[in-house]
């Protein structure tokens, strides 16, 4: 077993190579992903192995990047497209939206559309407007696609491995603050498989950490703020179990609701935009189905419903370990 | 019109040449200029230039028929695509059998000729369908609602064959292209640019065939474009060409001449197809409040079937029980359409969860098991 310590942006290019050394219709596309190997460097090195046909910098064009995947998809190949930033997918967003997310559907399974499209969000990395947002929400509610977002090196490397091989299209959320976060990463691990068998490796939430008191649940870059969190609430004697749910839609109702019902308490972490956010959804569902569990009313952190703000006072529009302890406080003192 | 440029407008624009081989008096055109494309049709005899026109004929009478079962209530809408048959039928003749169209949503004499079930075809205004037939059939796409999203499509799918290394090999069975038909108002969309700029820096194997109708819904092409369209390609290094769009042979000949560059790896080629949408938009919409019935009165002079039963005639190549056949298979074509349309069923409800996704989704699941719970409880309490 090859288990190593790399960093979130090292094991996303691990998974992409190994993706495309195992299936040589996959591609790689998108905006300075060949030569330069990415403005995160997270294609560092595919061109240069896999050749120009392959790894292919594309026009500057996110529509033209998904219209032109689809056209791929269709004679066979699996592109798995780049978008630079999270601000910039919305040029593609319609693409994304009425063509990707509805071909198999309207072709009645005729026409499968395996694409990829990678978004680096989030935010906390001091950046100027567009390059700190996240959208998951606006895609979730597309019937369609699979969104997902890996929290960790580990499913990093499973998940985009999992993601090409999948038959639908797939949003795939990269937590680009966590880019440099290290763990470790067992290279063999199998290439996930979808084939319905077993469980679902892009719809199938984890467990992070077990508690008692309080569910945590968070996805991409706030599963490290909850787990953070949970540190400071053993302090005080909380105990906090946190769940990484890895897949924005579809969502893994039965983790959660199952950590509900053990410890009576929700609290939804995520930098989106709260109001009509992905919480919402998670607070309605916890609420339906385990109305009798629950010791309080599910609490939300987020972002705010402003556009994202500027970098000097983003870290009080992000949700960090103070303002998950509050909403835990909140929940607690019910 | 504000704004319009001179001559850019419906019939008015006369004054830009392009590619005609027959003249709407149905007589061969014997300019030089139009030497080359003459060349390309010489091979056309009588037996070629009855099935285009038979083509166009059925294509019309699909048209009639489809417009009919609309007013009866047994569609839920129609676009008209009466004027367009022979860009739509010549282009397509000059197809092969392995490349690949991706049309907007217009093309009924393109799936005419490429065989697509004219049944099939009504599924999607009938209600029953977003779709209707399987693109792997006759490797046409589905049609596509959401303008211009296709030339993108189109040009991935010509990347693809680009990489299946169809294209420059000199085999004609082998050599492949991609053709996406789309409007003038489609023009306008930043998907059509973006498709044009993919398939020019790769070089790819895709022709665009813009039917300029001269309407988008109620916007005459002036509000699309400055310039004629066909020299929409120029800017990005893709040879443009406007052709007489209700000239069977001429649109035959330009698309000759486009597809071989595509097959030899010379890439992708604009042509304008200069026609008339005789027609409504669709069945929902009303012309006479935004033009002139003079000006209907003047393209219907140019009708394209008239054009080549002319040309027929006056070659000699017109033959009366020929003719009262194709009629007949015309009138069996719409004795089907008003049979086979009426007896399309309706879906059972819970089909609307089927195939949204590839792979079982958890969502999708639990709401079609509710729903199915909820049918049978219902059905059970009115029993």
């Known amino acids: ?334 | 019109m504000l704004n319009a440029p001179e001559g850019s407008d419906g019939a008015s624009a006369e004054g830009v040449p392009f590619v005609q081989l027959v003249g709407p008096d149905g007589r061969r055109t014997e300019g030089a200029q139009d030497a080359a494309y003459r060349d390309r049709t010489a091979h056309l005899g009588t037996e070629e230039l009855r099935t285009m026109y038979r083509d166009m004929v059925l294509t019309r009478r699909f048209d009639d028929e489809s417009t009919a079962l609309q007013r009866q209530g047994e569609l839920g809408l129609y676009p008209q695509g009466r004027g367009q048959e022979a860009a739509q039928v010549g282009s397509a003749r000059a197809l092969r059998p392995q490349d690949f169209v991706f049309p907007s949503y217009r093309e009924h004499g393109v799936l005419q000729v490429r065989g697509v079930d004219p049944v099939d075809r009504l599924r999607i205004y009938r209600g029953t369908e977003h779709g209707g037939w399987d693109p792997a059939d006759h490797r046409v796409h589905l049609n596509t609602l959401v303008l211009g999203s296709q030339t993108l499509h189109a040009t991935g799918y010509a990347l693809g064959l680009q990489r299946d290394g169809l294209v420059g090999t000199g085999d004609p069975e082998r050599d492949t292209a991609v053709v996406t038909y789309f409007g003038d108002g489609a023009s306008s969309q930043g998907d059509v640019s973006e498709a044009l700029v993919f398939a020019a820096v790769n070089n790819a194997p895709v022709v665009f065939f813009c039917q300029n109708n001269q309407w988008a819904i109620s916007e005459p092409t002036s509000r699309q474009t400055r310039v004629p369209l066909y020299k929409r390609g120029e800017g990005f290094g893709i040879p443009g060409v406007r052709v007489d769009g209700n000239d069977v042979l001429a649109s035959y000949a330009v698309m000759t001449e486009a597809l071989e560059r595509a097959y030899a790896g010379g890439g992708p080629t604009f042509v304008e197809a200069y026609t008339y949408r005789m027609g409504a938009h669709t069945t929902s919409d009303d012309p006479t409040r935004y033009r002139e019935r003079a000006e209907e009165e003047e393209w219907a002079l140019r009708d394209p079937i008239d054009r080549l039963a002319a040309l027929l005639r006056a070659e000699d190549r017109w033959d009366d029980d020929w003719a009262a056949g194709v009629a007949a298979d015309a009138e069996t074509l719409a004795e089907r359409l008003r049979a086979d349309v009426r007896s399309i069923e309706d879906p059972p409800s819970v089909s609307m969860f089927d195939h949204v996704y590839a792979t079982p989704q958890a969502q999708v699941e639990t709401e079609r098991a509710w729903f199915t719970t909820y049918q049978d409880e219902t059905a059970e309490a009115a029993r």
């Open chain 1, 1 to 334: 077993m090859s288990t190593q310590t790399m960093p979130f942006a090292k094991a996303l290019t691990a998974g992409l190579r190994a993706a495309l050394d195992a299936d040589d219709k996959a591609l790689v596309m998108g905006e300075d992903v060949g030569r330069l190997g990415g403005v995160f460097r997270i294609t560092d090195g595919l061109q240069k192995d896999f050749g120009e046909h392959r790894v292919v910098d594309t026009p500057l064009a996110e529509s033209g990047i998904v219209g032109t995947a689809i056209g791929l998809a269709m004679r066979g190949y699996r592109p798995i497209c780049e978008i630079q930033f999270d601000g910039f997918v919305f040029p593609a967003y319609d693409q994304i939206t009425t063509q990707l997310a509805k071909l198999h559907y309207r072709s009645r399974g005729r026409i499968q559309v395996p694409v990829v499209v990678r978004i680096p969000y989030g935010g906390g990395i001091g950046a100027i407007e567009h390059h700190s947002e996240s959208p998951e929400a606006l895609f979730a509610h597309t019937p369609g696609l699979r969104v997902v977002s890996p929290a960790t090196p580990q499913d990093a490397y499973d998940m985009i491995r999992a993601a090409v091989v999948s038959p639908d299209p797939v949003i795939f959320f990269e937590p680009k603050g966590r880019y440099w976060s290290k763990g470790e990463v067992d290279l063999d691990s199998p290439v996930p498989s979808l084939d319905g068998g077993g469980p679902d490796p892009l719809g199938t939430a984890r467990i992070a950490r077990t508690g008692t008191d309080v569910t945590l649940v968070a996805y991409g870059p706030t599963v490290a703020t909850a787990l953070s969190a949970a540190d400071a609430l053993a302090a005080e004697g909380t105990s906090a179990e946190v769940v990484d749910l890895r897949s924005i839609s579809p969502l893994d109702v039965p983790t959660v609701v199952d950590s509900v019902r053990r410890t009576g308490r929700c609290v939804v972490v995520h930098e989106a935009p709260t109001y009509f956010g992905p919480g919402a959804e998670l607070a309605a569902r916890v609420t339906e189905e385990c109305f009798y569990s629950l010791e309080a009313p599910v609490q939300r952190v987020g972002g705010f419903h402003t556009p994202y703000p500027v970098a000097k006072v983003e870290h009080d529009y992000l949700p960090d370990v103070d303002r998950v302890c509050d909403a835990v406080d909140r929940a607690l003192s019910h």
